[in-house]
C-alpha cells in the first residue's frame, strides 16, 4: 500500500510539472508569441544571431521542443535555410542547460510567492497581465512538482530494492542511457530527468559514471519528440531540422559513452558536489557540441538536403503540405503554417484565372475540363485549413491570435468562393459558348480580357496583404472595387451600344457576354472581401452599411 501511495505521488508530480510547463508555454505564447515569432524571423539571418535566438526563446519558453516547433515551421515553409534553423537548434539545447543550472539551486521557497503573484495578477482585468499571470502560476507549479519529486526520491532511495536496481543500471552506461532517452520522451522535459540525475547523484544511489549516462539519454529522449510526433508522411525536407537535431546528439552521445568512466574520475574537474558535477555535465556537454558544430553547419546541412530531398507530390495537389499535427501545440507555429497553406489556395487560384484568359483569348476548349477540376483542389484545402485552425488550443492563443486566425478562415473562404464563381460561372458559361458554336466579337473578348488581367493583379495585392496586413495596401485595394466597377460598367454600356447598333454577334452572345461582366465582378469582391475587409474592419474603418441614413 505503501509503494503504490508513492507511485501516485510520483505520477502526480510529473503531471504537475508537465501541466506547470504547459501553463509557462501558453502563457509565453499568449503574452509574448508575435514577438518571439518576429524574434525568431528576424535573427534566421546568420548562424549567430540565430544561435542567440534559440538560446533566449529556449529559456523563456522553458522547452528546447516548442523553439524546435517555430524553427521547423520556417524551415518547412521555404521562410528560413537550413544552417540557421540548425543554429537556433544548438542554442536551443544550450538554453535548456541554464534552466537545469538555475533549478539545480534551492529555488523551491519561491514557488508560492510565484502562485500568489500569479493569482493576483490573473485577478487584474487587463489582458496582457492575465496572460503573464499564467506564466508566474506555471513557474510556481513547476518549482513546487520538482521540489516534491525530488522529495519523493530522497525517500524512496533508502529502500534496498532501488538500490539494488540502480546499482545494477548503472553498472552498464548504455542501459543507463536508453533509461534516460525513454524517460525525457515520456516525461517530454530533459531538465526532469538531468534533475532526476543530480538528486540519485547526490544521494549516493549513481555513481558519476550513471548519472552522466543518463544526462546523455535525457538529451537524446527531448529531441526524440518532435521526430516522432511530426506528421508521417510529411515532405522529408520539413524533418531536416529535427533530425538533425537529432543526429547531433546521438553522434555526440555515442562519442561520450565509452569516455564516462574516464570522466568519472575526474569530478572535481566539473565541481565538488556530486549534483553540481552533473549540471555541469550536462552544460558542458551541449555548448561544446555547439561549439564543435557550428563551423561545420554549412556542409552538415548539405548532407542533409542530400540525404532528405523535398519531394512535391504531383500526384495529389490537394494534399496540405505545411499543416503540421506536431505543430499545433505551438499556436505561434500553427498560424503561420496554416498561413502559408492558405496561399496555396492564391496560387491555385491564379491558375485557374490564367487558364481562363487562355481560354478566352485561344478558344481551346479542351482546357476548360481541367481547370473545373482546380475547383475540387480548392474545396479540399479549405476544408483541410479549416479542420486543422479549429482544432488548435484556444486557451494558448491571444487576442491577437484569434485575430490571425479569423483573417486566415476569411481568406481561406473568399477564395474557395471565387474559385465557384469561376468553375460554376465563367468557366461553364465558356463552355456553352463552344458547345453552341458561338464566340464572342473582338470588342467582347477585348473588354473580357482586360478585366481578367485585372482580376489577376488585384489576385496578387490580395496575396500580398494577407502577409502584411498593411492598412494603406487594404484602403488601395478596397479602392480597386469602385474601379473595378466602373470598369464593368463601361464595358456593359459598350454592350448595350453594340445591341442599338443591331450588331448580329453582339445578339447571339449578349446573354453570354453579360453573365461574364457579372462573374467577374463577383470574383474581384471575393478577392476584396478576403485580404482588405479583415485589416479595415479591425482597423476601424469599414463602415457598417453603404446606406445612407434616413434623414440625410
Known amino acids: 500500500m505503501a509503494l503504490?501511495?508513492?507511485?501516485?505521488?510520483?505520477?502526480?508530480?510529473?503531471?504537475?510539472?508537465?501541466?506547470?510547463?504547459?501553463?509557462?508555454?501558453?502563457?509565453?505564447?499568449?503574452?509574448?508569441?508575435?514577438?518571439?515569432?518576429?524574434?525568431?524571423?528576424?535573427a534566421l539571418r546568420n548562424r549567430a544571431a540565430a544561435f542567440a535566438a534559440g538560446l533566449g526563446v529556449t529559456a523563456i519558453l522553458q522547452s528546447s521542443t516548442a523553439t524546435g516547433l517555430m524553427v521547423t515551421g520556417f524551415a518547412a515553409s521555404g521562410l528560413v535555410e537550413l544552417v540557421p534553423a540548425l543554429a537556433v537548434m544548438l542554442g536551443a539545447n544550450v538554453g535548456t542547460t541554464l534552466i537545469v543550472q538555475l533549478l539545480s539551486f534551492d529555488v523551491a521557497a519561491l514557488a508560492p510567492v510565484l502562485i500568489l503573484a500569479g493569482v493576483l495578477l490573473f485577478r487584474r482585468s487587463q489582458a496582457a497581465l492575465r496572460d503573464f499571470s499564467r506564466v508566474l502560476i506555471g513557474l510556481g507549479l513547476l518549482l513546487m512538482a520538482l521540489h516534491h519529486f525530488v522529495t519523493l526520491l530522497e525517500q524512496m532511495g533508502h529502500a534496498p530494492a532501488l538500490r539494488?536496481?540502480?546499482?545494477?543500471?548503472?553498472?552498464?552506461?548504455?542501459?543507463?542511457?536508453?533509461?534516460?532517452?525513454?524517460?525525457?520522451?515520456?516525461?517530454?522535459?530533459s531538465a526532469a530527468i538531468v534533475l532526476l540525475a543530480m538528486s540519485f547523484a547526490a544521494q549516493g544511489l549513481l555513481p558519476a559514471e550513471g548519472a552522466f549516462a543518463l544526462v546523455l539519454g535525457a538529451n537524446l529522449g527531448t529531441a526524440l519528440n518532435p521526430v516522432l510526433e511530426g506528421g508521417a508522411g510529411a515532405d522529408p525536407a520539413a524533418r531536416r531540422v529535427p533530425l538533425g537535431n537529432l543526429a547531433t546528439r546521438l553522434l555526440g552521445a555515442m562519442a561520450l559513452?565509452?569516455?564516462?568512466?574516464?570522466?568519472?574520475?575526474?569530478?572535481?574537474?566539473l565541481d565538488t558536489e556530486p549534483a553540481r558535477a552533473v549540471a555541469n555535465f550536462h552544460t558542458v556537454f551541449n555548448l561544446g557540441l555547439a561549439l564543435l558544430l557550428f563551423p561545420l553547419l554549412p556542409p552538415y546541412a548539405r548532407l542533409l538536403e542530400r540525404l532528405l530531398p523535398a519531394r512535391v507530390d504531383q500526384a495529389d495537389p490537394a494534399r496540405p503540405r505545411y499543416l503540421n499535427a506536431a505543430?499545433?501545440?505551438?499556436?505561434?507555429?500553427?498560424?503561420?503554417?496554416?498561413?502559408?497553406?492558405?496561399?496555396?489556395?492564391?496560387?491555385?487560384?491564379?491558375?485557374?484565372?490564367?487558364?481562363?484568359?487562355?481560354?478566352?483569348?485561344?478558344?481551346?476548349?479542351?482546357?476548360?475540363?481541367?481547370?473545373?477540376?482546380?475547383?475540387?483542389?480548392?474545396?479540399?484545402?479549405?476544408?483541410?485549413?479549416?479542420?486543422?485552425?479549429?482544432?488548435?488550443?484556444?486557451?494558448?492563443?491571444?487576442?491577437?491570435?484569434?485575430?490571425?486566425?479569423?483573417?486566415?478562415?476569411?481568406?481561406?473562404?473568399?477564395?474557395?468562393?471565387?474559385?465557384?464563381?469561376?468553375?460554376?460561372?465563367?468557366?461553364?458559361?465558356?463552355a456553352r459558348q463552344h458547345k453552341r458554336g458561338l464566340a464572342f466579337s473582338p470588342e467582347e473578348r477585348a473588354e473580357l480580357l482586360e478585366l481578367v488581367d485585372r482580376l489577376l493583379e488585384n489576385l496578387h495585392a490580395a496575396a500580398a496583404l494577407f502577409l502584411t496586413e498593411d492598412l494603406r495596401a487594404a484602403r488601395r485595394l478596397a479602392a480597386e472595387k469602385e474601379e473595378f466597377r466602373r470598369h464593368e460598367a463601361q464595358a456593359v454600356a459598350a454592350h448595350f451600344q453594340r445591341l442599338r447598333d443591331g450588331r448580329l454577334d453582339a445578339v447571339e452572345t449578349s446573354a453570354l457576354h453579360l453573365d461574364a461582366l457579372r462573374d467577374i465582378k463577383l470574383v474581384n469582391g471575393h478577392l476584396i472581401a478576403a485580404a482588405a475587409y479583415p485589416v479595415l474592419e479591425h482597423a476601424g474603418e469599414l463602415l457598417p452599411s453603404r446606406l445612407r441614413p434616413e434623414g440625410e
Not at 510529473?14 to 525568431?40: D, E, K, P, S, Y
Not at 481541367?370 to 492563443?397: F, P, Q, V
Request: aromatic letters at 4%.
Open 327 to 430: 505543430a499545433a501545440e505551438t499556436p505561434v507555429v500553427a498560424l503561420g503554417a496554416a498561413a502559408r497553406e492558405v496561399l496555396r489556395l492564391a496560387d491555385v487560384l491564379e491558375a485557374m484565372l490564367g487558364g481562363l484568359r487562355g481560354v478566352l483569348e485561344q478558344g481551346d476548349r479542351r482546357r476548360i475540363t481541367g481547370l473545373r477540376r482546380m475547383d475540387d483542389i480548392l474545396d479540399r484545402l479549405n476544408a483541410a485549413i479549416k479542420a486543422y485552425l479549429t482544432g488548435l488550443d484556444a486557451e494558448a492563443m491571444s487576442q491577437a491570435d484569434h485575430q490571425r486566425v479569423m483573417s486566415i478562415l476569411a481568406f481561406a473562404t473568399h477564395m474557395e468562393q471565387a474559385g465557384d464563381v469561376i468553375d460554376r460561372g465563367l468557366l461553364a458559361l465558356v
Open 164 to 189: 539494488a536496481v540502480l546499482a545494477l543500471v548503472a553498472a552498464q552506461p548504455l542501459p543507463c542511457l536508453l533509461l534516460g532517452a525513454l524517460a525525457a520522451w515520456a516525461a517530454h522535459s
Open 257 to 269: 559513452l565509452p569516455l564516462l568512466p574516464w570522466l568519472a574520475a575526474l569530478p572535481a574537474a
Open 4 to 42: 503504490f501511495r508513492t507511485l501516485l505521488e510520483l505520477a502526480g508530480a510529473v503531471a504537475l510539472l508537465i501541466w506547470g510547463v504547459h501553463m509557462v508555454q501558453t502563457g509565453v505564447q499568449r503574452a509574448f508569441g508575435a514577438r518571439l515569432r518576429a524574434l525568431l524571423g528576424q
